[in-house]
């Protein structure tokens, strides 16, 4: 491996531990306020896609499952638009199309394996 792709990937992962970081206690927060404007986003895109209610979704477990994903897909992204040597609007284009992929893709594999869960229980 050269240097660049070194560096690259101590980036990502670093990029990873501080993402993850500020959404875990962000989401903490929001969790302790219990306050009904503050909704988190993947629980209410969870709640009205795979009809999850939401005390199943709103802990401490699931909170850290989100914020592990919120971070893989930033620091992924991150790593995979610096790999090419292109001029920034591409590396945007690219990036923003792969993180919405990520993003319904991830989650909507994370919403049919609770809606499976939570029909079990």
């Given at each position: 491996?050269?240097?660049?792709?070194?560096?690259?990937?101590?980036?990502?992962?670093?990029?990873?531990?501080?993402?993850?970081?500020?959404?875990?206690?962000r989401d903490i927060r929001r969790l302790k306020a219990k306050k009904k404007k503050k909704v988190i986003a993947e629980v209410k895109y969870l709640m009205l896609r795979n009809n999850i209610k939401e005390e199943y979704l709103l802990n401490k477990k699931f909170l850290a499952l989100t914020s592990f994903i919120n971070a893989f897909i930033i620091s992924f992204v991150f790593?995979?638009?610096?790999?090419?040597?292109?001029?920034?609007?591409?590396?945007?284009?690219?990036?923003f199309i792969l993180t919405l992929a990520l993003i319904y893709s991830i989650y909507g594999i994370l919403g049919n394996i609770l809606e499976k869960r939570s029909n079990k229980k």
């Open positions: 491996m050269d240097t660049q792709m070194i560096i690259n990937i101590v980036v990502s992962l670093v990029a990873f531990v501080i993402v993850f970081l500020f959404f875990y206690i790593f995979i638009i610096e790999l090419f040597n292109w001029h920034i609007i591409f590396k945007l284009m690219i990036g």
